[in-house]
Structures are given as C-alpha cells and as structure tokens.
C-alpha cells in the first residue's frame, strides 16, 4: 500500500504526487527554517543561496513553485524571476527584507504572483504556498474547460479561453494572477469588491493581514490596463469601470 503524508494544515499527499518547491534565499538560518516546515507541510524541497544557483537548480529540477529572495548573490531575484519565467512559467512567492512597495511592484512586473514581507510566520508562507498552487490547479481545469467568447467592456477585451487582455486591441501582458483578478472584477462590472473579496476570491486566503498583497496587484494591473479603469472607492476596495451605456 503506498503511504501517504499528512500535512500540518490537514491536506494529504502521496509521495508520488508531492509537488516541487526552490526556496532561493541565501541566509542560511531562514532557509533551513522555510525548507524544515515546507517539508513538514509534504513537498519536495531544494535550496539555493544564489542567483546563478537558482536559475540553474530550477532549469534542472523543473519545480513547481519558486520561493525566492529579491537580495542575493550573484544576481537578484528580480533577475532570476526573468530568467526562469522566460524558460518556463512557474509561479513565484518573492520575499523581500524591505517593506518597500517599489520592490513589490518590480517583483510582480516581472512576473512574481505574490510576496511576503520579513519576518513573516511560517504558518502564512505555508498558506500561501498552497494558494498559489491550488490557482495554478484551477487554471489547468479553466484551460481544459474554457468559457466560450470574449466579454468587452469598452476597449478592454478578456479572452477566457486563452487568458488573453487586450486594450484597444493591443496586447496586454498579466500575470496569472493579475488576469484572475482582472475577471473577478469584471465578473460585476461597476459593483465595489472589498479587498477581503478578492482575497478570498483570487487567492484563497482569509486573513485581513494580505489586503496590501491586493492593493500592490491592483497597483501593477492599473500599470498595465489604465488607471483610469480600476476605480478605488477608500476605505472599501475597488470596482473595475466600465463605459456608460
């Protein structure tokens, strides 16, 4: 009989079935720490303390998640980020030391899903990485049974089929999880969505102590869509516009 592993968050895996995850960090006490509870929680884990490593260990490994610091040696992680999603898309959780929302828009610019700022509990990276994973998974299953058409809204166009923006029919690159959140804005076109919504909505995740996580998202998705298209209604959350009739 295979065995199976029960996980600290009470998910069961089989061995086969244990999925990949490359922490990139290079101080060695947080690493060990990330990797000890990861292969608590049931995954496959592999290290690397640098850019060069990194990028290497993922072309080598093929992970199916990359946990990864932005201050390395050699090369950042910005620089790793590029490098590893121009081979191969793979969702990445970015860990950055400073509490700088410019780090946090550059990382999801180059196509970071999302990023914790230290110290953080290994109880919430574990979450998320669970998160991420689970999108990717309902992503594959939306791929394999596609919505049909293409809903416009003025000169925006979302293509559910091949998970494909355009703005006045150019087009326009998201991130997994920005188009994810993009829909479920567009889901209810004009209508406000709190930041705890789309949390739960978009990334599975309850706890309040994530709507910054939303705030930058939507920061990098007004970059890429138009300010002028993500209306913020303070102290709420936001309601994607769309043309009067």
Same mark, same amino acid.
């Given at each position: 009989?295979?065995?199976? /592993?029960?996980?600290?968050?009470?998910?069961?895996?089989?061995?086969?079935?244990?999925?990949?995850?490359?922490?990139?960090?290079?101080?060695?006490?947080?690493?060990?720490?990330?990797?000890?509870?990861?292969?608590?929680?049931? &995954?496959?884990?592999?290290?690397?303390?640098?850019?060069?490593?990194?990028?290497?260990?993922?072309?080598?490994?093929?992970?199916?998640? %990359?946990?990864?610091?932005?201050?390395?040696?050699?090369?950042?992680?910005?620089?790793? $980020?590029?490098?590893?999603?121009?081979? *191969?898309?793979?969702?990445?959780?970015?860990?950055?030391?400073?509490?700088?929302?410019?780090?946090?828009?550059?990382?999801?610019?180059?196509?970071?899903?999302?990023?914790?700022?230290?110290?953080?509990?290994? =109880?919430?990276?574990?979450?998320?990485? /669970?998160?991420?994973? *689970?999108?990717?998974?309902?992503?594959?299953?939306?791929?394999? @049974?596609?919505?049909?058409?293409?809903?416009?809204?003025?000169? !925006?166009?979302?293509? /559910?089929?091949?998970? =494909?923006?355009?703005?006045?029919?150019?087009?326009?690159?998201?991130?997994?999880?920005? &188009?994810?959140?993009?829909? $479920? %804005?567009?889901?209810?076109?004009?209508?406000?969505?709190?930041?705890?919504?789309? !949390?739960?909505?978009?990334?599975?995740?309850?706890?309040?102590?994530?709507? *910054? @996580?939303?705030?930058?998202?939507?920061?990098?998705?007004? =970059?890429?869509?138009?300010?002028?298209?993500?209306?913020?209604? /303070?102290?709420?959350?936001?309601?994607?516009?769309?043309?009067?009739?």
């Amino acid at each position: 009989m295979e065995q199976t /592993h029960t996980s600290q968050n009470g998910t069961t895996a089989t061995p086969g079935a244990q999925r990949r995850v490359l922490v990139v960090e290079d101080d060695p006490t947080i690493v060990d720490a990330i990797a000890a509870r990861l292969r608590a929680e049931g &995954f496959l884990v592999q290290t690397a303390g640098d850019g060069p490593a990194a990028v290497d260990t993922a072309e080598a490994w093929q992970p199916d998640l %990359l946990i990864l610091d932005i201050m390395l040696p050699g090369f950042d992680g910005l620089e790793v $980020c590029r490098r590893v999603q121009a081979a *191969r898309p793979v969702p990445v959780l970015m860990l950055t030391a400073r509490d700088d929302e410019t780090d946090m828009l550059v990382g999801l610019g180059v196509g970071a899903d999302d990023y914790m700022t230290k110290p953080f509990s290994m =109880r919430e990276l574990a979450a998320r990485v /669970h998160v991420l994973l *689970r999108r990717v998974e309902r992503a594959a299953l939306a791929a394999a @049974t596609p919505r049909s058409g293409i809903l416009r809204l003025g000169e !925006l166009e979302i293509d /559910h089929a091949q998970r =494909r923006v355009r703005v006045r029919s150019e087009d326009v690159h998201l991130t997994p999880t920005e &188009f994810d959140l993009l829909v $479920c %804005l567009a889901n209810t076109p004009r209508a406000v969505l709190s930041r705890e919504q789309l !949390l739960a909505e978009v990334w599975d995740w309850a706890d309040a102590s994530g709507t *910054r @996580t939303v705030d930058s998202h939507i920061k990098a998705l007004r =970059r890429k869509i138009g300010a002028e298209r993500i209306r913020t209604v /303070h102290g709420v959350g936001y309601a994607l516009e769309t043309p009067t009739p």
